[in-house]
């Protein structure tokens, strides 16, 4: 090989080489440039020197303020119970001869539900009524003695006595052979049957014979905060709606705890509903409303519009395309409204949303517009 050729293939061999060291930092250096050309607005405006300075308008939802009819509420929960209920039991002990009544049969006051047998009862009572008609006789003789001073006051007072003590005795009879006729207390429903004819029934052993309910009319039992004690008083009314469906009822208070609980400081109510057609059940649970007043103006806008600081609230409204701070004072809160009371006016355009991207003087951008009515 010649001299020239051996110089040529040596100078290539060190261009390689040079090339392949510097490769990686060539390389980065036009990545760098690249991303620094992309990352540049197009044309030579001032946003392509100083990048987004100020912004463009932010975008916000509006609502126009309106009217409302306001209401002040108490909302709490509570149980609807039975306006009368009652455990049928015997008072007496004995043999069940007969039961005159169908599970779920609505029965009047005074019906014969039970009978226990009384035939011990019923002998003891005839037993008495023998001695007392001897009594009697013995009585009418003694008495005719001392009419005629053939005996003395005492032996006249010790007939009467026997006599008077046979009276009480057959009474006392009487009221225990009355318990074997277990009759309603008041008119109602029967429920379910936990005895038969011929169960054998003990005071001793609390045994039960059914349930007596009456639900007409229906009973709920609620409480409100303490704050709200002098806001409630008999004849208060009350709407309510159940577990089972949105179908509204309506009540009013007929009695109040007189005393405040010391654990929950809440005020226990209790109110009556017309039941007419049998829609509340005993036991269910009860979303209640006491409305205690009602604004026929007034002003509610969402809880997202307001914004708490240190000296008290404010919100924002679009004047001339701009938003704009304005203080308000505020009233009632409910679950996703506030009322105003002071600081907005009819007409007014409030800022709903998009507020942590406006500032005060910035213009703004409406995206979507609602009338409050």
């Not at 939802?61 to 409302?68: E, W, Y």
């Not at 001695?131 to 006051?153: G, H």
């Amino acid at each position: 090989m010649s001299k020239p050729v051996k110089s040529i293939l040596t100078v290539l061999v060190i261009l390689i080489i040079t090339g392949l060291a510097f490769y990686p930092r060539l390389k980065e250096y036009t990545s760098k440039k690249e991303e620094k050309g992309a990352g540049a607005p197009k044309g030579g405006g001032p946003a392509a020197q100083g990048g987004a300075k100020g912004g463009g308008p932010a975008p916000i939802n509006i609502m126009v303020i309106g009217n409302q009819r306001l209401e002040e509420k108490i909302l709490s929960t509570g149980t609807i119970i039975a306006n009368e209920e009652v455990d049928i039991r015997s008072e007496i002990a004995g043999r069940i001869t007969s039961i005159n009544f169908k599970e779920g049969d609505y029965v009047k006051k005074g019906t014969v539900l039970v009978r226990i047998n009384d035939a011990d009862l019923q002998a003891q009572l005839q037993k008495l009524q023998y001695q007392k008609k001897l009594a009697e006789v013995n009585e009418e003789r003694q008495k005719k003695l001392l009419e005629k001073e053939a005996i003395s006051q005492r032996d006249y007072d010790i007939s009467l006595t026997n006599l008077n003590s046979m009276n009480a005795d057959i009474q006392n009879l009487e009221a225990q052979i009355a318990k074997t006729v277990i009759r309603a207390p008041f008119d109602g429903t029967i429920g379910l049957r936990y005895v038969s004819e011929g169960s054998y029934l003990s005071p001793g052993t609390v045994a039960k014979i059914a349930t007596l309910t009456n639900v007409n009319p229906a009973k709920i039992d609620f409480s409100v905060p303490a704050k709200y004690a002098a806001n409630v008083a008999k004849g208060t009314a009350i709407t309510f709606t159940t577990e089972s469906g949105d179908e509204k009822f309506y009540g009013r208070v007929y009695a109040i705890e007189p005393k405040i609980d010391p654990n929950t400081r809440t005020l226990t109510l209790r109110a009556t509903s017309p039941n007419n057609n049998r829609k509340l059940f005993p036991g269910s649970f009860a979303r209640i409303e006491i409305i205690l007043n009602t604004k026929a103006n007034g002003i509610l806008v969402p809880t997202e519009a307001v914004i708490p600081g240190l000296k008290g609230h404010s919100v924002f409204v679009v004047r001339n395309n701009k938003a704009e701070p304005v203080e308000v004072q505020i009233g009632t809160r409910g679950d996703k409204t506030i009322e105003i009371y002071k600081g907005l006016n009819v007409g007014d355009t409030l800022i709903t949303s998009g507020i942590l991207q406006v500032k005060p003087g910035g213009p703004v951008d409406i995206k979507e517009a609602m009338v409050k009515q």
